[in-house]
Each structure stands twice: as structure tokens, then as C-alpha cells.
């Protein structure tokens, strides 16, 4: 099992920016890539942003250029600056990592989520 542990929530008005954090602070497991997803009342759950283990980022095309996803493997650790927030971009934010002893997938692990609220 992997714990992931997520911080930097909160709420903002429209055109703020807040960091948030997702660390594995345990693990004997090898995360490949991490990724964050989001899901807004009444929707499903989306992809904001995910980078694999290599550095190599893909954004939902609604935060390109607003979102940036950072990771340091050797802590487990991703994060995910948001800027110019919109009221749109309020959701629950869900950190995940893919997870594998060796070769074999453990099927994924999701943080708690963390709630963000732009407010208008």
C-alpha cells in the first residue's frame, strides 16, 4: 500500500494562484509517473496534469499554459502550481501515482483529495 499525503488547498478568488502537494512519505514501492485529476461537483473525475517519470508533462487543454506539474522522484513528492485561477477550476483535487513492485503494477494509488474554491 501506498499513502499519499496532500496539502495547498484552499480558497481563492479569481486570478490567484495556489500550490498543492502530494508526497508518498512511505513507501518501498517505486512510483513511475503522478499525476493530479480534479472533479467538480456533479462531473466526473478529470486529468489536470500528469508527468511520467522521466520529466515528460501532459495538460488537459483548459489549464495549459495556467497549470504547471513539477515532481522529485527521489522524495516521491509532485506538485501542482496553479495560476490565474478560474471559478471554473474549483474542485476537488486528487493526487495519484502509479505504483510497482518491480515490474508488476500495484494498480495506482489516490490521495484523500483536496479541495480548491475560486471564488468570482
Known amino acids: 500500500q501506498v499513502q499519499l499525503v496532500e496539502s495547498g488547498g484552499g480558497l481563492v478568488q479569481t486570478g490567484e494562484s495556489l500550490r498543492l502537494s502530494c508526497e508518498a512519505p512511505?513507501?518501498?514501492?517505486?512510483?513511475?509517473?503522478m499525476g493530479w485529476y480534479r472533479q467538480a461537483p456533479g462531473k466526473q473525475r478529470e486529468l489536470v496534469a500528469h508527468?511520467?517519470?522521466?520529466?515528460?508533462?501532459t495538460y488537459a487543454d483548459s489549464v495549459k499554459g495556467r497549470f504547471t506539474i513539477s515532481r522529485d522522484s527521489a522524495k516521491h513528492a509532485v506538485w501542482l502550481e496553479m495560476n490565474s485561477l478560474k471559478p471554473e477550476d474549483t474542485a476537488i483535487y486528487y493526487c495519484?501515482?502509479?505504483?510497482?513492485?518491480?515490474?508488476?503494477?500495484?494498480?495506482?494509488?489516490w490521495g484523500p483529495g483536496t479541495l480548491v474554491t475560486v471564488s468570482s
Open positions: 512511505k513507501t518501498i514501492f517505486t512510483i513511475r509517473g
Open positions: 495519484h501515482a502509479e505504483t510497482y513492485s518491480g515490474s508488476m503494477s500495484l494498480g495506482g494509488a
Open positions: 508527468i511520467t517519470e522521466t520529466g515528460v508533462t
